[in-house]
């Protein structure tokens, strides 16, 4: 194949590679999921199930690409954060952005009869778009993160007063959407205790919050000094020998990737896993 003729087709890629130096987004979100959800009976407003798919396909992807710090996910979409220093795929957004769709796709797919035993899949089957998005700063970063949970609680806090509405409350699509129109927070908090005794703060944090997925280095304990190292070590990416490199990459490698519900708005949670933004 090499220098044949036609090798001058090559010339025509257009190159795409991303901002040095910036957190690489990567947001996936499933095609077209408002019909595949009622399709596959999702149980409203949160089918546990299908989150649990989404997770299971979201933690594979991080397995599989040590580069990403940090995920989160709500309904059915999901952004993977690489690290401003990966170099991975020379940063070429069609690769990264292909890479993403087309694991998460696959391992949605797999992990489906593990969850809805009794309706496996068939076509039109599944599928995600994507897009990469460049974030300069950690504080571009960190209100990407908080946008995208705060979508998360201000449409389940509707969704959860809008299907009580009609679940319990007995009207239907049109009129509790009448209903809701114009309201604030507040507003839905009180009509969901006042007339269906729920109390919002205790819906399951997994629909209010969404899921982070993230590398667990043992958790950082104020007197887990071996930890502190650690996590010193992680923290100087741009003094690192090739050594340390190599050992933090096996680090990352080793790492427990667990899967949460937490508030990431707040600084708390980043206070206390350092070596996610370092
Ligand atoms: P598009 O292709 O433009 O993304 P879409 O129908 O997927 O169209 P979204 O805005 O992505 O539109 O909305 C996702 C839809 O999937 C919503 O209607 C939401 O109710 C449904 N959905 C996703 N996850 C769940 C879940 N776990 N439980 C119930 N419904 C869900
Ligand atoms: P990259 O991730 O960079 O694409 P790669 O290992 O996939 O790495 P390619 O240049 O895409 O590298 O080469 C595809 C590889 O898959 C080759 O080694 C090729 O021999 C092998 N392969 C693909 N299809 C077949 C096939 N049908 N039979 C045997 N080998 C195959
Ligand atoms: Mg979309
Ligand atoms: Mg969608
Ligand atoms: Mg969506
Ligand atoms: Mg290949």
Not at 257 to 263: A, N
Request: glycine fraction near 4%; include cysteine; hydrophobic fraction near 35%.
């Amino acid at each position: 194949m090499a220098n044949s003729k036609f090798e001058y087709v090559k010339h025509f890629e257009q190159p795409d590679t991303l901002l040095p130096n910036t957190w690489i987004v990567v947001r996936i979100d499933g095609r077209g999921f408002t019909k595949f959800a009622n399709k596959y009976s999702f149980a409203k407003p949160n089918d546990r199930r299908a989150l649990d798919v989404m997770n299971a396909a979201a933690k594979a992807v991080v397995t599989e690409l040590p580069d990403i710090t940090i995920a989160y996910g709500v309904s059915d979409e999901y952004s993977f954060v690489f690290h401003k220093s990966s170099t991975l795929f020379e940063r070429r957004a069609s690769k990264l952005v292909s890479t993403i769709v087309s694991t998460f796709t696959a391992y949605y797919i797999y992990s489906w009869p593990t969850y809805f035993p009794d309706s496996p899949l068939a076509p039109p089957l599944p599928s995600f778009d994507g897009r990469a998005v460049c974030y300069p700063s950690l504080q571009n970063l960190r209100d990407y993160m908080s946008w995208r949970q705060v979508d998360c609680h201000i449409n389940n806090l509707y969704n959860t007063t809008f299907w009580a509405l009609i679940q319990l409350g007995g009207m239907d699509g049109k009129e509790a959407e009448k209903e809701l129109a114009g309201t604030f927070a507040a507003d839905k908090n009180e009509i969901l205790f006042k007339r269906f005794n729920i109390n919002y703060n205790n819906e399951p944090e997994i629909y209010k919050k969404g899921s982070v997925i993230f590398r667990d280095y043992e958790l950082v304990e104020p007197d887990s000094h071996h930890v502190a190292e650690d996590v010193e070590d992680l923290a100087q990416p741009a003094q690192q020998s090739k050594t340390q490199m190599e050992n933090d990459k096996k680090k990352r490698a080793k790492a427990r990737i667990t899967v949460e519900h937490l508030d990431i708005i707040k600084d708390d949670f980043w206070n206390r896993r350092p070596w996610l933004l370092s």
